[in-house]
């Protein structure tokens, strides 16, 4: 597949190389990490049309991408 836009590292560039730790070393921040590249992945999939959704079912999928994106954050600067 082509380019996915708002890949962790791309969104948090300045953490990257913990990013990169924390997904060999913390579990939990993996699990999350995955949750968030899958519904990320799924929502590109949406917007590009190449797995077309209704439009309430990828909002929903926006949201839960923005609270993962927002518990990665705070793992981050923990």
Partial sequence: MSHVPHQLAEEFPEFAEKI????????????VAEA???????VHKAETNVAPMEQ????QLRK???????ELYAL???
Avoid: G, I, Q
């Fill in 64 to 70: 839960e991408r923005a609270a993962l994106k927002d």
């Fill in 20 to 31: 990169h730790t924390l997904k060999t070393s913390d579990a939990h921040f993996a699990k």
């Fill in 36 to 42: 968030y590249r899958d519904v990320n992945e799924k």
């Fill in 56 to 59: 309430l079912a990828e909002e």
């Fill in 76 to 78: 981050l600067r923990a």
